[in-house]
């Protein structure tokens, strides 16, 4: 071993490792939120989980942007918890492409030649391009460095020997040890498609034998749980348990890989010879998809059970959707984090609205909004990164958020300064019709996924609008009763204070709905004047 080939063989990492990441956030940009709504839409069943998952980390190469988005789905209440291990053990499955990947195109089909052009034109395009150019420049650079990286890992590993027969030997025990080896490569480089390129590599310059092989990239698979558990730490209870699920199932499916070395190994061996494989590359992507393969076999007649373990496990958390409203979510990105978003806003909104309807149908309460809530909302918008928003179809959705966040902050103002019950006066008919259209509005949104009926809209609208006009004349009659001094002054004070709040909470109450079913992304947006606004 000398310092040049150690040199080499890390840069030839870093630029895989760099190509690796380009070439998923072009997959990813390329797809759209369209890549992300459709998994939502197929992963209905534990068998289409598992299936599309798998599909989907084959699409954008990264089976953690998978685990997050899934994550993202069972925070924003898209899809249970027993569908989303599912998604986890297929993108486990789905990461099998990249040995693939790197096999068939680093070894067997040499396009070195062509990475050059490929990344200089990728990052042309990725520079001076905007939108689904920019992603595709991104692809085409994530390639060439992807490609030239594995030149270099090819050179750098000519010089250098792996004595893993001094490590682990080969005496009883032998797989275990290699298997660590396995573990440390994949957490200090963080990437198991890295740890397995580096291993794919070693076999090809004969640094390691082909049964060792297949045990490191069984310990790379489980090392992959070391991202988990640190993305759990200090996360909410849908990441805790999204983490724990791939923590679990990861080390398990090791176990079972390292019990079952001998077979899977002749098979993937048989595999190799069917495809004219004399390095044995080929043969160790078949490892690694039969093994993992396995993996998914072992759990599949289990999952629902294995959800409720996970679940029993996991502890308790804070279930409310703003709760959910967490970094990882906003990763994310895209209809998932907004869909996350809205759902809080709304469950804000409810608590914050029966409070309006009990005071305008003549009960005393207090009401201490939650502007830590409203806040956290807030902040999780602004952390969003607006290019996982496709702007066609995300951000319109995204500023009608904005809106009823906006309309909601004013509705807690209003909250701060209820007034006292005035007596000596007849109600109008605006309050009556005002809590009874809000009652209306909460009952139509129990559940979020309902769509929401527009004739509960309609009397909010009509109520509000109602009791506007009954303020004005109402203000007129009062100043008239107390000019002629037939109303206290102080009685007249208080029900026009009445009117003023009623009237505002009422609106906002209104506006606030209706940028709700606006923003929830099922309704057709209507044009507002300013003054609506």
Known sequence: MN???????????????LGIHHLTEGLKGLAGDSLRRALQTLVAGRLSAVVYSALFTVAIQSSTATTLTVIGFVSAGLVTFSQAVGVIIGATFGTTSTPWLVAIFGFRVSISAGALPMLGIGAFLWLIAKGRT???????????????????LQTGMEGISWNLDAVGGS?????????????????????????????????????????QACAM?????????????????????????????????NVSVGIIGIVLLGPITAAADWVGARLEDPEGVLALAAFSSIFKLV?????????????????????????????????????????????????AILEVARGSVDVIRRRLAGETVRYEPSADAARQIEHFLESLSLETIDPRAIEPRLVRLCHALDHLTQLHEDLTSIP?????????????LGARALAGWLD?????????????????????????????????????????????????????????????????????????????????????TREDR
């Open 134 to 152: 920019r992603s595709l420049g991104a692809i085409l650079a994530g390639f060439g460095l992807l490609f030239i990286g594995i030149e270099y």
């Open 3 to 17: 310092a040049s080939s150690v040199v080499t063989l890390v840069g030839g990492l870093g630029l895989f490792l």
């Open 444 to 528: 139509a949104t129990k559940d979020p996924a309902v769509v929401l009926d527009r004739a509960a809209l309609s009397a909010l609208e009509d109520a509000s609008k109602q009791l506007s006009a009954e303020r004005k004349t109402g203000r007129d009659k009062m100043l008239e009763e107390v000019a002629l001094q037939r109303t206290p002054t102080a009685t007249a004070r208080g029900v026009l204070e009445t009117f003023a709040w009623a009237d505002s909470a009422l609106h906002h109450a209104w506006r606030l709905a209706e940028s709700l079913r606006i923003a929830s992304g099922n309704q057709p947006a209507v044009s507002l």
């Open 217 to 249: 990239i069984v310990g790379q698979s489980v090392g992959t749980a070391a991202t988990s558990a640190m993305v759990a730490i200090g996360a909410g209870l849908a990441v805790r348990r999204a983490a724990l699920a791939h923590i679990v199932y």
């Open 295 to 343: 993996g998914v076999l072992a759990f599949f007649p289990w999952l629902d059970r294995f959800s409720q373990f996970i679940v029993g496990i996991s502890g308790k958390g804070a279930e409310s959707a703003v709760a959910h409203l967490e970094p990882t979510l906003a990763e994310a990105g895209g209809s998932v984090a907004l869909e996350a978003a809205w759902r």
């Open 171 to 211: 005496g009883f025990g032998w797989q275990w040890i290699i298997a660590g080896i396995g573990i440390l490569m994949s957490i200090v480089m963080q990437s198991s498609s890295a740890a397995a390129a580096t291993t794919l590599v070693a076999l090809h310059a004969g640094s390691l034998a082909f049964d």
């Open 420 to 432: 006292s019950a005035a007596g000596g006066w007849q109600a109008p008919v605006g309050l009556d």
